[in-house]
């Protein structure tokens, strides 16, 4: 039907990252969509088996909003290609997932990040064996964020926080 086509643009998308998503919109409201279908505004469910890059979904196992197997059945559904490995976060509902799990987060999104640019660097050709930008500490162009001389050694969160304190901040 005329209102469950794809999105309207096309583009290269590095990758995707799903936090407590949904199946669609009226899954969220009853399990079955098949009288209301036509009326799907976010037919996720059917959008995701044509992700053309990495997907890494997130999602709280004790989300009352958003129950938990809408992101599995996400996930599942991502192509075998593209499917990365999810973080179903235990004891954590729809809106705190990160709530002293910070680390684990940050740990999670730096494989998931280091998947898309080594993904990257297949698709555009790269056999220069250079390291990726997330892996050197590194923007996306290259650009150490340093701000200063002799910066080169030092993690990105170590340049932030020098940063901070020329600026007179901590």
């Not at 079955?32 to 709280?60: M, Q």
Request: charged letters at 25%.
């Amino acid at each position: 039907c005329c209102c469950c086509r794809g999105p309207s643009v096309t583009r290269k998308v590095a990758g995707t990252v799903l936090h407590s998503p949904i199946l669609s919109g009226i899954r969220v409201l009853t399990s079955s969509r098949y009288c209301l279908a036509c009326c799907d505004i976010y037919p996720n469910i059917e959008f995701i088996k044509t992700a053309s890059s990495p997907v890494f979904v997130i999602h709280g196992e004790a989300d009352a909003e958003v129950r938990l197997h809408h992101g599995t059945g996400l996930h599942e559904r991502v192509p075998e290609q593209h499917r990365t490995p999810p973080w179903w976060v235990p004891n954590r509902g729809h809106n705190d997932v990160l709530l002293d799990n910070e680390e684990e987060f940050f740990l999670r999104m730096k494989r998931y990040l280091i998947t898309v640019r080594k993904r990257q660097q297949v698709r555009d050709g790269d056999s220069s064996g250079r390291r990726s930008s997330t892996e050197s500490g590194t923007t996306c162009n290259g650009d150490s964020g340093g701000g200063g001389e002799g910066d080169s050694g030092l993690s990105m969160v170590e340049k932030l926080k020098k940063r901070g304190s020329k600026s007179g901040t901590s």
